[in-house]
C-alpha cells in the first residue's frame, strides 16, 4: 500500500535561511507528487506538483521540488525564507490507478524567525 | 468566484448527536472529497465522489456517510457523533477526478464532539 512520510515534524530557520523540507513515498505503481501548505486558519493549497517529465519542478513563492524515483524521495526545497513562508506543508501522492484520490504526509511546520 | 465553501465555519457537539457538515463548490468540478485532519496524521481520505450520483469510501470512511446529489454540493453526516471524530474537516475538489489533478480545498470546519 502507498504511504508518504514526512521525515520532520517541525523546522525552524531563521529568515533568509534555505530550507529543506524532506519527504520519502511508498508505491509499487508510477506516481505522481505534490506539496501543498497550509496557511494558519486556512485550507490548503496547492504549491508545487509532479506528472512526467524534468524531474526538478518549480512552484509558487520561489518553492521548488526536485523527484528521485531510485531514491522515492521529493523533497521540497527554497534558497532564501521570508516570514510569510511560516505554514504548515504537506507531501502527497496519488497513485496512477487510484484516480484522484490522495495519500497525504503528516506535514511539516515551517517556522521562519526574524 | 468563492470557489469551495464550507459550513458551519465551527460546531460544539454533543456525542450521539446527528450532524451535516455541508460543502459547495462553483467551479463546475466532476470530482470531490472529503477529509480529516489531525494534528501528527496529516489529512486523510474520508469519501470521494467522482461524478455527481457516484459515491466512494475513502481511508477512514466508518460513522460518516455522503450523497452527491448535483456537482455543486457534497453534504457530509456523521449519523451518531462520537469524541473520536473531533477534527477539522476539509472538503476539496477538482476538475476531473483524475491522479494528477490538483485538489483545491475549502476553508475547513472545526468540529468538537463532547
Known amino acids: 500500500a502507498q504511504s508518504v512520510t514526512q521525515l520532520d515534524s517541525q523546522v525552524p530557520v531563521f529568515e533568509e535561511a534555505p530550507v529543506e523540507l524532506r519527504c520519502n513515498y511508498s508505491s509499487s505503481v508510477s506516481v505522481y507528487l505534490f506539496w501543498y501548505v497550509q496557511y494558519p486558519n486556512q485550507g490548503l493549497q496547492l504549491l508545487l506538483k509532479?506528472?512526467?517529465?524534468?524531474?526538478l519542478v518549480k512552484g509558487i513563492n520561489g518553492f521548488e521540488a526536485e523527484f528521485n524515483k531510485s531514491q522515492t524521495s521529493f523533497h521540497l526545497r527554497k534558497p532564501s525564507v521570508h516570514i510569510s513562508d511560516t505554514a504548515e506543508y504537506f507531501c502527497?501522492?496519488?497513485?496512477?490507478?487510484?484516480?484522484?484520490?490522495?495519500?497525504f504526509g503528516q506535514g511539516t511546520e515551517l517556522s521562519v524567525k526574524p | 468566484i468563492a470557489g469551495i465553501t464550507q459550513a458551519p465555519t465551527s460546531q460544539i457537539l454533543a456525542a450521539g448527536r446527528r450532524m451535516t457538515l455541508r460543502c459547495t463548490q462553483d467551479m463546475r468540478h466532476n470530482a470531490m472529497y472529503w477529509y480529516r485532519q489531525d494534528l501528527g496524521l496529516g489529512l486523510r481520505l474520508i469519501h470521494y465522489?467522482?461524478?455527481?450520483?457516484?459515491?466512494g469510501k475513502g481511508e477512514v470512511p466508518d460513522g460518516y456517510s455522503v450523497s452527491r446529489a448535483n456537482t455543486d454540493d457534497f453534504p457530509l453526516t456523521l449519523a451518531s457523533a462520537v469524541p473520536s471524530q473531533t477534527s477539522v474537516y476539509f472538503c476539496a475538489s477538482s476538475d476531473g477526478g483524475l491522479s494528477g489533478d490538483t485538489q483545491y480545498f475549502g476553508p475547513g470546519t472545526r468540529l468538537t464532539v463532547l
Open positions: 502527497a501522492v496519488s497513485e496512477s490507478n487510484q484516480g484522484g484520490k490522495l495519500i
Open positions: 465522489s467522482n461524478t455527481a450520483g457516484t459515491t
Open positions: 509532479y506528472l512526467s517529465g524534468s524531474t
